[in-house]
């Protein structure tokens, strides 16, 4: 039986996103995992300001950087962080990242940079890219992902993540992340992903294709439009991501005024079973028809 219609579903995670969707980092989430590990109970005092938390990230005592980092993070979604400041931030946190034996605070670091979308933090998001955790790589890629389309990244190696061999993970957000920035070898890259033997791999493929309205995307795009919410089998996707995937799509064919799938569209509509998911197609109708 499929999904009732509801508002109540769950938040998207990270890895539901992709970055032309306008992803958005819980970094604050990202740590709750590793703070419970380390036993941290004790929070810092609301006195302290980012200086004094970055100040902190740097001690050599882990529990302490781990909590600061904790604390940083609520200044960072808060957009608390004067203007001025930025400089001073970015470096010491490219600072931490460069002195970091530990793999959680890098990604934290690398996410941190993400958020902030300036360009200063082009140099360690570049270098992030050959990270050995590949949770690190991950992340930058997302986060170059958000930069401005002017950035100066080191496309090579985005762009080696979609070899053969690579973990699908980072094939899909390596082909995301050039669609987000328009790059021009982008189309020519994603058509053979359509025939990846992970699907995810080629959902992420036809999202990135639409942009430049390829019909050999419609197939994939179809299939996740079709996509239940109710699949309990392990390794499937669940209900979230179904939403999210499906969302993702719809924005994506909005911005692009792709009428071919008109059709498509208006049977996600009528048959949805996700209020949000049906809402959505309505509204991408009404701008298609227009």
């Given at each position: 039986m ?15 996103s ?16 590793a703070?419970i590990?380390?036993?941290?109970t ?16 740097n001690?050599?005592t ?19 962080i ?18 970091s034996v530990d ?8 996410l941190?940079?993400?958020?902030l ?24 890629v ?18 080696a ?12 957000v390596?082909i995301l ?9 982008t189309?020519e890259?994603?058509?053979p992903?359509l ?5 995810t ?6 999202t ?10 419609i ?8 996509l ?32 071919d799938?008109v059709?498509?569209?208006q ?12 809402t959505k ?10």
């Open positions: 499929s999904e009732p219609k509801s508002n109540n579903a769950p938040a998207k995670k990270m890895l539901e992709s970055p032309m969707s306008g992803i958005a980092v819980p970094i604050a989430i990202v740590l709750v995992g703070l590990i380390f036993g941290v004790k929070m810092l005092s609301s006195g302290k300001n980012h200086r004094d938390l970055i100040e902190e990230m001690s050599k882990f529990g302490n950087r781990w909590v600061a980092a904790y604390e940083l993070s609520k200044f960072l979604a808060s957009d608390k004067p203007k001025e400041d930025m400089p001073w931030v970015i470096e010491n946190l490219s600072k931490v990242y460069q002195e793999a959680r605070t890098r990604n934290f670091v690398v941190a940079l993400g958020s979308n300036n360009a200063l933090a082009l140099p360690v998001l570049n270098t992030a890219l050959d990270d050995q955790d590949p949770q690190v790589k991950f992340n930058a997302v986060s170059l992902g958000r930069m401005n389309k002017t950035s100066d990244i080191k496309w090579e190696n985005i762009e993540m979609l070899q053969q061999d690579v973990d699908p993970g980072l094939k899909q390596a992340t050039m669609a987000a920035h328009a790059r021009p070898n189309e890259k994603a058509l992903l025939n990846n033997s992970d699907r791999v080629r959902y992420s493929a036809a990135a294709l639409i942009q430049f309205k390829n019909k050999e995307a197939p994939v795009l179809e299939e996740i439009l079709n239940r919410y109710d699949v309990a089998k392990a390794g499937e996707l669940n209900g979230a991501q179904v939403e999210g995937l499906k969302t993702n799509v719809l924005e994506n064919i909005e911005k692009s005024k792709w009428n799938l059709g498509i569209i049977k996600v509509e009528e048959t949805d079973s996700n209020i949000r998911v049906a197609a309505k509204q991408v109708l009404k701008l298609l028809k227009i």
